[in-house]
């Protein structure tokens, strides 16, 4: 009984977190966006309705009275109406001013635009209001039940049932309604949407009204229960979060179950912490949010529903740095005259600079360059900044040294934290990670019984008898603190550069951008993300370090959760793809020169936090990759204008991705003197590669293969052999399964049979191991890396060959598909022919034994079809078997040494190209009436243009590539 009535006593935040969930589930469902000021809403609406009980009207705007007299208290009813109306109105205004704009933006774009809503709202009733806690009245009857020895508070359960009660109104409103299905279907497909006659940003309006009265209602009914206070309920979206994953963002019903649960389990925890002394006292119910998200992320293999959207959204450009040395002689210069020219605030403010940009380029390592939102960083600085004080004096460690095993103690705890990533991505590891920071905060950070109520001390540092500390009094801050600062900073921001130019950053910025195409190129995916989780913690902690020995003593304020949200905003707003945009935020940061410069300068004092959330907001609406992507294209200009000038009109000399920034040959076609452009392929301004005919290929023998998706069949017992430097065609119907037995083969999708290249097995390993084994793969979709030039995107499926060889074989690749003019340009710019080229090239890059190309003719006009058929049988000619997935038909009986048909999952027929040609069968289901028997057989070299019909998706009767597909490519 004891342990059910703790459990009931957290009916009251239970309710709270189970309205915030709804709020947040609306938002969610109808623009993609995770609005992380739903408790800063609610916040506001509370105080409205605390002020219209008292007969007045909250005016947030500055230069007005902060209340406006209404003549008399309200009643409950009227003050919990036209509260709630605020709410609405408020929810109208952000989607309209805010997350319309940016309905295109990036996802973690929009996810930082609403962190510039919580700092502006939070900021605003802090000024406007100030911190004192402020009480309201009771809304419902506060009485003691008692059960024999339960006990139960009315208002709690008063307040559950009255969540309870608007989540099933609310859910038979979507569910029966009109409006409710026209939200559901704009959710899955926008595109959808739009063709019906839908419009989806009236829908998302809409739903943001209901969001703003649901979260006030959680706000106005939590009030009397706690205290107001304008951070109150800010962190309250951490368990609201849990259980709106609990509800998968889409369903109602069991979000608020979850969310009254998290409340109940929270009240358990505390009072388990109580009677057992192996539980930490403080931090207990902060660790049940961390769980509830872990288990219905982890255990479930569930993430979060991506929306329809109609464009594909990126996180941004990440250039390669064209050089290193003048960066880091000028920028170094720089920061010295800094330190030189300045002293007492404004030298601790570039001081402060210099920390808050190595943190920030953690999150370039792990953010920017591997696409993995983090939320921890700043959470993993202060437990190297903890770690830092128990080495320096308890174990006495003395410098270098102890903030190298504080910043490797924090690079663990990274790659811990980043476990997760192995199998979530995107804002849902964001949620995790900001879980994690929120239990780190509770449970050691704030916990005195590990860190002393004062804050933890650390030892200054010296080194050979030089004092390098911070210094106290007038000595405060002292300029050799400083230079060490400084020598970290320049140190990292050299290292950030040159990942950028390794193999292992393209590997990274290949994981970012689509990790089923990294691992489809041999990229062990697993192990990219764990070495960026522990470059990042390792940096960040190099950062907490620094920090701790600038304040002297460590306490929890430097390193909240809600200061890792704000160091997210700032990276992000900055430019968080760039080392430029690391330097940025640590400019832009709340400890950098231009806060200093404003509270000096402009004198905005507590305006100057209200000013940066508008900030973030503003620019993210003009430049939605951070202000930093300005500075790309304004180098991109320069360096365009430069090559121009150039005597000989000649491009600059191609650096080899990967190669640590060592000139190599210059990267363009010696038969060709055009202009590159984005239209047709030349091919006769190609260079053949040298070929050397290889005489260990061994072949692809393939033995009852089958795929099931669910109940549904896809492939039933496919049996099929590609020899060596034979053409293997498989052509069949739209939905065959032809694409279902390439992800079989090469590892993207389950299946029963065998796979083996010779006697080597490959159907029990991973897809980047079947990869290095000896397969090569193209991707009917492409899955290019857009980000990316030409070269990387070649050179990434060259991850761990070095030096001359990587060069020849980049070089050789390009060549083979005549794009070796351009290799520096994006790949996102290229034509739909060019950009199947790349896909091609870069599958031949590592040298396969057996190729397996998927639609590789889609995009191609006659002449390139035609060029194409000749490349693919000079690739066989080397040795390398080829498995061909085509609708050019023509193509495939033109090419291909003996060919398989599929229908339905089965193999009908199988033969050379003119026993497939008299085949009525296959007539009958795929070839047609013109590809009769007597049709001549088109020669090798001079490929026909007919063609079977459109390149559509395979599959069309049933999943090609599920999400079941990418995690078992990436994650077995």
């Known amino acids: 009984m004891d342990h059910l009535g703790s459990l009931l006593l957290g009916l009251g935040n239970g309710g709270v977190y189970a309205a915030l969930a709804l709020a947040l589930v609306l938002t969610y469902r109808s623009s993609g966006v995770i609005n992380f000021a739903t408790g800063a809403v609610a916040s506001y609406v509370a105080y409205s309705y605390a002020a219209l009980r008292d007969g007045q009207l909250l005016v947030l705007l500055p230069g007005l009275p902060t209340y406006a007299e209404l003549g008399g208290p309200l009643g409950l009813a009227p003050a919990l109406v036209i509260a709630l109306l605020i709410g609405g109105l408020l929810g109208a205004v952000l989607y309209v001013l805010v997350f319309r704009p940016l309905r295109e933006a990036p996802p973690l774009a929009r996810a930082v635009a609403s962190l510039g809503v919580l700092v502006v709202l939070q900021s605003l009733l802090a000024i406007r209001v100030g911190t004192a806690p402020v009480s309201v009245g009771n809304i419902f009857p506060s009485e003691r039940w008692e059960i024999g020895s339960l006990l139960i508070l009315s208002d709690r359960l008063y307040l559950a049932v009255t969540v309870v009660a608007l989540a099933v109104a609310l859910w038979a409103a979507f569910r029966f309604t009109r409006f409710g299905l026209l939200t559901r279907a704009a959710a899955e497909s926008q595109t959808g949407a739009f063709v019906s006659g839908v419009k989806p940003d009236q829908l998302a309006l809409y739903n943001w009204m209901i969001s703003g009265v649901v979260a006030g209602a959680a706000g106005i009914l939590i009030a009397p229960l706690s205290p107001l206070a304008p951070s109150t309920y800010t962190l309250f979206v951490v368990p609201a979060l849990a259980a709106a994953v609990v509800g998968g963002f889409q369903n109602l019903l069991p979000t608020v179950a979850a969310g009254l649960a998290v409340g109940m389990l929270q009240s358990e925890a505390t009072s388990l912490a109580g009677d057992h002394s192996w539980l930490p006292r403080t931090g207990s119910s902060e660790l ?19 929306r329809g959207g109609l464009v594909r959204q990126s996180l941004g450009r990440a250039p390669r740095p064209r050089s290193l040395t003048m960066p880091t002689v000028v920028g170094t210069a720089i920061a010295v005259v800094a330190l030189l020219a300045t002293d007492g605030t404004w030298r601790a403010a570039v001081i402060g600079t210099f920390i808050a940009a190595i943190i920030g380029l953690s999150l370039v390592v792990v953010t920017g360059y591997a696409g993995q939102v983090s939320l921890a960083q700043l959470a993993l600085a202060g437990a190297a900044a903890f770690t830092l004080s128990g080495l320096t004096q308890s174990w006495h460690v003395p410098f270098p040294f102890a903030p190298l095993l504080a910043a490797l103690f924090a690079a663990g705890l990274g790659v811990v934290i980043g476990l997760p990533a192995l199998r979530l991505r995107g804002l849902t590891l964001g949620i995790v ?263 260990d290929t061994r072949p692809l023998l393939v033995d009852g293969l089958t795929v099931r998706y669910g109940g549904m069949t896809a492939v039933s017992d496919v049996s099929m052999r590609v020899e060596p430097g034979k053409i293997v065609g498989l052509i069949g119907p739209n939905g065959a399964g032809k694409t279902s037995v390439i992800d079989a083969i090469t590892g993207f999708t389950r299946a029963t049979g065998t796979v083996r290249l010779g006697e080597a097995r490959l159907d029990t390993e991973p897809t980047h191991r079947r990869i290095h084994q000896g397969l090569g793969r193209t991707f009917q979709s492409l899955e290019l890396h857009d980000d990316l030039t030409v070269a990387e995107n070649v050179s990434a499926a060259l991850y761990g060959v070095r030096g001359e060889r990587r060069h020849r074989a980049l070089a050789d690749a390009l060549a083979l598909v005549g794009l070796t003019d351009r290799a520096q340009r994006p790949a996102g710019e290229l034509s739909h022919g060019e950009r199947q080229l790349v896909s091609i090239a870069r599958a031949c890059a590592a040298q396969p034994e057996v190729l397996l190309l998927d639609e590789p003719a889609a995009g191609l006009d006659t002449t390139e079809s035609a060029w194409l058929g000749a490349k693919v049988r000079s690739i066989a000619r080397t040795g390398v078997g080829v498995l061909l997935v085509d609708h050019d038909v023509a193509l495939v009986l033109g090419v291909c040494d003996h060919i398989y048909v599929l229908d339905f999952g089965k193999v009908i027929a199988e033969g050379d190209p003119a026993a497939i040609r008299a085949d009525r069968a296959v007539a009958d289901a795929y070839l047609g009436t013109v590809h009769d028997s007597d049709a001549p057989h088109a020669p090798d070299t001079t490929v026909a243009s007919t063609t079977a019909g459109p390149a559509a998706a395979d599959g069309a009767g049933g999943p090609a590539g599920p999400a079941e597909a990418e995690a078992a490519a990436v994650g077995r």
């Open 433 to 695: 990670t900001l879980a994690l920071a929120y239990a780190m905060e509770a449970v050691w950070f704030r916990n005195t019984d590990i860190v002393d109520a004062e804050g933890a001390r650390v030892t200054q540092p010296s080194l050979f008898g030089l004092d390098l500390g911070i210094g106290s009094g007038k000595a405060f801050p002292r300029i050799e603190f400083g230079l060490l600062c400084l020598a970290v900073l320049v140190a990292v921001c050299w290292g950030v550069a040159r990942l950028r130019m390794s193999a292992l950053g393209s590997a990274m910025l290949a994981v970012r951008a689509n990790e089923r195409s990294a691992a489809g190129i041999g990229v062990n995916v697993v192990r990219i993300k764990v070495i960026s989780f522990a470059l990042a913690s390792f940096i960040a902690g190099l950062g907490g370090a620094l920090l701790a020995y600038r304040r002297g003593v460590v306490t929890y304020d430097s390193f909240t959760a809600i200061g890792g949200l704000t160091l997210l905003a700032t990276a992000y707003l900055a430019g968080v793809t760039s080392v430029y945009g690391g330097i940025t935020a640590g400019i832009t940061a709340g400890t950098g020169i231009v806060f200093i410069a404003f509270d000096r300068w402009v004198h905005v004092g507590d305006w100057f936090s209200v000013l940066s959330g508008l900030a973030v907001i503003a620019v993210l609406i003009g430049h939605p990759e951070g202000v930093a992507s300005g500075g790309h294209d304004l180098a991109d200009r320069l360096a365009e204008r430069r090559a121009r000038r150039r005597p000989d009109g000649s491009p600059p000399t191609a650096v080899t991705p990967g190669t640590a920034g060592t000139p190599a040959a210059p990267v363009t076609s010696p038969a060709s003197e055009e202009t590159p452009s984005t239209t047709a392929v030349k091919p006769e301004t190609t260079v053949e590669p040298e070929t050397v005919v290889r005489r």
């Open 288 to 306: 049940v949010p961390l769980i509830v998200i872990m288990v219905a992320l982890l255990a479930t293999g569930r993430a979060m529903p991506i």
